[in-house]
């Protein structure tokens, strides 16, 4: 609240500086005519403050956790929806280049780009590959939604009707969801780890046993290309507390491997 001889502009500037969210600012000039202004200021930098305190997960609130399981069954839905969280954490830097999936696109990107510049490139043909398996099952789950309930109905029902589409998109789906899972559990129990020894650890025991000769090297060239481990907990974050954002990927982990063993 301001008191007598304080100055508006003086008040601004302090949440502008303390919030560092000046998209706020220009709105504050926008609601103080005929209105208290004290008020007004009040509520923005409570607005402000409550936007900092809020993490990648807290704006993104799809979780494993919430995929129900009956009979060792997964719900289709929710999962699919999870899983394009995992996309968007993996897309979380907006240098990354979206490389294709196919080979060719992948070794001429490789080829042109200079890789360790290239904030998380290692992420981009993972990214591309979730989000393309993601579109084929949901298209057979908008197709017959009520023979695909469940991912383990879905895959029954398709097969008995000689398809196979959706199901091939669940398997690499799978694959590439227990890759970035195994990934990121060595990170969070590896305290002192690199993000790049996390994710070139997981890939050996994980997706390069089903790439070729030509394509193991360039993923394992990608693997350089991972932020640093601050860099990476720092922006999932999104200026809140690191240790938070720690213990919120840990418990959506727990969901995430949790429904891949089944």
């Known amino acids: ?12 500037e302090r949440i502008q500086t303390y919030c560092s969210i000046a998209d706020l600012i220009p709105h504050l000039f926008e609601c103080i005519e005929g209105v208290n202004a004290s008020f007004n200021i009040v509520v923005l930098a409570v607005t402000a403050f409550a936007k900092l305190s809020m993490t990648f997960f807290d704006t993104h609130p799809a979780s494993f ?13 929710p999962f699919l929806a999870a899983a394009e969280v995992l ?14 999936a196919t080979i060719s ?6 080829l042109k780009s200079n890789i360790t510049e ?5 992420f981009s ?27 383990q109905s879905l895959v029954k029902n398709e097969r008995a009707e000689k398809g196979k589409n959706a199901t091939e998109a669940l398997l690499w789906l799978k694959r590439g969801l227990e890759f970035t899972s195994l990934a990121l559990r060595r990170n969070i129990d590896n305290a002192t780890e690199e993000l790049s020894a996390s994710f070139s650890k997981a890939y050996g025991l994980t997706l390069s046993k089903f790439h070729s000769f030509l394509i193991r090297p ?6 350089s290309a991972c932020p640093s481990r601050v860099n990476f907990y720092k ?20 969901g995430l491997e949790s429904r891949l063993a089944l």
């Open 218 to 223: 360039i993923f394992s060239v990608a693997m």
């Open 125 to 151: 043909p993972v990214k591309s590959d979730i989000l393309g398996n993601i579109t084929k099952i949901r298209a057979r789950y908008d197709q017959a939604t009520e023979k695909s309930k469940t991912l």
């Open 235 to 254: 922006t999932l974050a999104e200026g809140a507390d690191v240790e938070k954002v720690k213990a919120q990927l840990n418990e959506w982990l727990s």
């Open 1 to 12: 609240v301001l008191e007598d001889g304080e100055n508006l502009s003086e008040w601004t």
């Open 87 to 100: 996309a968007q954490l993996l897309g979380k830097y907006p240098k990354a280049l979206l490389l294709s």
């Open 65 to 77: 956790h919430t995929c129900n399981i009956a009979n060792d069954e997964v719900e289709t839905a």
């Open 105 to 110: 696109s992948i070794i001429s990107q490789a």
């Open 118 to 122: 290239t904030l998380g490139t290692a």
